[in-house]
Structures are given as structure tokens and as C-alpha cells.
């Protein structure tokens, strides 16, 4: 049975539990939690009294900058999906539990769990030579809410043991993911003062992997060349441009699944108030504006964390670097972040409809709404050491991952947490899920 739910505590007083509440609301809102730890950042700093209150202000306001960005690219991404499971014609995977009831039915344990993980990433990063602190606020809500639900239902965890054995193995995957991608990262990264803090790592290791000879070779050849530097004709330059590569882009592909399905889009169309067409553009113009907010969240979140963990980095934790979200390294290479990203959604749509016509017996949602940012960042990682080819390959081997991970966890846990798959199905918790599930089962015999 799961613990009471905190909120029922609440109304007894000020007890224990309301100050646990309260520590867990804290943890649930990314953008408090990054504006806290550069306000101990600065504390620890002893910096001017003005500049600690701005610093922590504008850090906290950067990551919710970010997170809007994110949301707008969501919304212009989310109807994609699903016109295109439709127009496949495959019946849908059949979710009987889902993730909102997790976190409805194991609030308290997720909660918990998320003060646990981050405890154990900084324990981890203070003994050992990983020394990188996890500070994408959001991933810490999603990493123990899907792991939540593969314990609770395939290891029969619930409790106080579920919350611990969560935040504990979360804290250890997320200490582990930086430091296998950190060389990468730093090599990126040309002032080297963060790493990469995010749930599509092992789309970025494997690409990185292959185009550095096994992290032999960390600069691109001289003759290899960039996506970057890829050139149009001067009457189309201004598609060069990453908003107006972004949007024409995504309006190609919107008008495309208008003719692929016009009843569908048309139900979605109307059901905005809009012309198709209209709907279209304005979905493209969505995900492009969203794109340009995100920009700037990362700019003012950089400008303001990075001095701030320094502090932390000098007094708790001595050497280490903050490990961050994947737009931090879009604005390495916007160019072949917007085409790859695209890649990645061609990409995994092609996988599926591949698996399902050799006769997988599930629905494989493709594309979900995450494949555009995950594809993203392995082809940014991809540009830098391999080029053009080394983008390309990024981003179709994230979108191959996402697919396995997809096949693997349907049967095991498809009721429980499908719907995951449409909104996320993030290649670190997919592939390293699956296999915590069928020890899972292979362990209580279920």
C-alpha cells in the first residue's frame, strides 16, 4: 500500500509531515530548486547581498524560461504523434494504470525518492572521481516517477522501501550518466563548466563513441565537414537562420500530414477554431516561438547558475561541475539542432512502421513529442566529432533506441506506464527500465 498522501497531513497542523511536504513541493518545482542552489551557491561564495538575491532570481527565472520554451515546442509538437497513429491505422496500446495515477497513488514516495537522489549524487560526487552534480531540476520528478511505477508493479516495492530503493538507484544512474558523457560534453563545451544532465545520454555516448574512436580522437578532423557550415542558394538564406529553418521545416511536415490525413487534422483544426491550413502555420510558428524562448532561458540560466555552483563546487563539493539539460548545448550548433531534430522524427516514425510491418504485435507511437530534443542533442554531439555524417547518425541512432526501448518495456509494462511513450519515452529510461523490470520479474517470479 502507498504512504498517505501528504496533503491529508496537512490539515492537523504543523507537523513533521507539512515540513516533508513542503521539502517535496520544493523539489517538484525545477525552477525553484535551480533558483535555491544558486542562492546556497552564492551564499557559500559570500557574494554581495544584491548580487546573491538577483543571481538566484534570474537562475530560477532562466529555468522557467527554459521550461516554457519546452512546453510552446511540446504543443507544437504533441499533434504530430497523433494524427500519424491514426492515419497508420494500428489500434493503441490499452493503458490501464498510466503515469498520472503513479504520481497520484505514490506522490509521497516520488517526493521522498527525489530528495534521496539528489543526496545521492552529491554523497557520490564528494567520495568518488564522478564529481558532477545533476541540476536538471525536471528530470528529478521524471526519473522517479517512471522508476517508481517499475518498482511498484514488477518488484512489488511500496513505501518508504519503494522511496529509498527509487532515489537511491536514480542518484546512482544520474552520478553514472554525467561522468560517461562528461569528456564529450567538455570537449563541446569550450569553457568547460558543465556537462550533460539528461535522460538521452546514450544516444549522445554511442555517437560519440564511434566518432572518436572510443573517445580517442575528441577533435573533428580538418577535412570532415560541419553541418554548420552547409550553405544555400542567397535567395533561401534566410532559411539558414534557425527560426526560419525551424519553421519551415514543421510546415512542411504539418501540411504533409494534412494530405496524409486531412478528416483528422481537420478535426484537430476545428477544434482550435482555425483553417487547416491556418492551424498549420500556427503550429509550426508555435514550435519555432518556443524554440526562440527556450534560447533565451538558456542564456539567462548560464549567465547567473554557473557562477553561483562555483560556490557550491569550492565548499561542498570540491572540483565539481553541474550537469545540465540539453538546450545548454543547442547553442553549440543551432543549425544542426533544427535539422536534426527533424531527422530524428523521420527517423523513428520510419523504425516503427518497419517493426509493426514485420509483426511486433504492439502499437510503437512514433513520433513522440521528446524525439525532436533528444535526436537534437546526440546530432549536436554527433556535428562536433563526425560532421554532417556524425549528426545524421545521432540522431537516427536516438531515434533507433527509442524504438527498442519502446519494443522491450510494451510487454513488460505497457498498462501501466504506455501512455509514457507518447509524451516521453526517453532512451536512458527506456533501455536501463527495461532491464531494472525484467530483473524485476525475473527476481519476485510475477
Not at 438 to 445: A, D, E, F, R, S
Request: hydrophobic share 55%; charged share 10%; proline share 4%.
Amino acid at each position: 500500500m502507498a504512504l498517505q498522501p501528504v496533503t491529508d497531513q496537512v490539515n492537523k497542523g504543523y507537523t513533521d509531515m507539512s515540513i516533508l511536504e513542503f521539502i517535496v513541493n520544493l523539489f517538484r518545482q525545477p525552477a525553484l530548486f535551480i533558483g535555491i542552489i544558486a542562492l546556497i551557491g552564492y551564499l557559500l561564495m559570500k557574494e554581495d547581498i544584491n548580487k546573491t538575491i538577483i543571481g538566484s532570481i534570474k537562475a530560477a527565472a532562466g529555468l522557467a524560461i527554459l521550461l516554457w520554451g519546452v512546453g510552446f515546442m511540446f504543443q507544437g509538437l504533441q499533434p504530430i504523434g497523433t494524427v500519424l497513429a491514426k492515419t497508420v491505422g494500428v489500434k493503441p496500446l490499452e493503458v490501464t494504470v498510466g503515469t498520472s495515477k503513479i504520481i497520484r497513488q505514490y506522490g509521497t514516495e516520488i517526493g521522498i525518492a527525489m530528495i534521496v537522489m539528489f543526496l545521492t549524487n552529491l554523497f557520490l560526487a564528494r567520495v568518488t572521481k564522478m564529481k558532477y552534480i545533476y541540476l536538471t531540476g525536471q528530470l528529478y520528478l521524471f526519473v522517479t516517477w517512471i522508476l517508481t511505477g517499475i518498482f511498484a508493479y514488477t518488484w512489488g516495492l511500496s513505501g518508504i522501501p519503494l522511496a529509498l530503493v527509487v532515489g537511491v538507484v536514480s542518484g546512482i544512474y544520474v552520478t553514472i550518466q554525467q561522468w560517461y558523457t562528461a569528456k564529450f560534453a567538455l570537449a563541446i563545451n569550450p569553457k568547460k563548466d558543465y556537462v550533460l544532465g539528461h535522460i538521452c545520454s546514450l544516444g549522445v555516448l554511442i555517437t560519440s563513441l564511434i566518432f572518436t574512436k572510443g573517445g580517442k580522437q575528441l577533435e573533428r578532423p580538418s577535412h570532415v565537414r560541419s553541418m554548420e557550415e552547409m550553405t544555400l542558394p542567397k535567395k533561401l538564406q534566410w532559411i539558414g537562420e534557425t527560426t526560419g529553418l525551424l519553421f519551415v521545416l514543421f510546415l512542411v511536415i504539418y501540411l504533409v500530414l494534412i494530405g496524409l490525413n486531412y478528416p483528422e487534422c481537420l478535426k484537430l483544426a476545428t477544434a482550435a477554431g482555425m483553417h487547416p491550413v491556418v492551424w498549420a502555420i500556427m503550429q509550426s510558428l508555435t514550435f519555432t516561438a518556443g524554440f526562440a524562448v527556450l534560447i533565451l532561458g538558456v542564456q539567462l540560466l548560464v549567465e547567473n547558475l554557473i557562477p553561483a555552483f562555483k560556490g557550491i563546487a569550492l565548499k561542498l563539493v570540491p572540483g565539481a561541475l553541474p550537469g545540465l539539460d540539453v538546450p545548454m548545448f543547442y547553442v553549440f550548433a543551432p543549425k544542426t539542432t533544427a535539422i536534426t531534430g527533424v531527422i530524428g522524427i523521420i527517423a523513428q516514425v520510419a523504425f516503427a512502421l518497419i517493426v509493426m510491418a514485420l509483426g511486433y504485435p504492439y502499437f510503437i507511437f512514433a513520433p513522440s513529442a521528446w524525439v525532436w530534443f533528444h535526436a537534437a542533442c546526440a546530432g549536436v554531439f554527433g556535428n562536433h566529432f563526425g560532421g554532417i555524417r556524425g549528426a545524421i547518425t545521432g540522431a537516427i541512432i536516438t531515434a533507433l533506441l527509442m524504438v527498442i526501448g519502446q519494443m522491450i518495456l510494451t510487454p513488460i509494462l505497457g498498462p501501466i506506464i504506455g501512455d509514457y511513450f507518447m509524451w516521453g519515452g526517453d532512451p536512458d529510461l527506456q533501455i536501463y527500465g527495461s532491464i531494472i523490470a525484467w530483473l524485476g520479474k525475473m527476481v519476485t517470479g510475477h
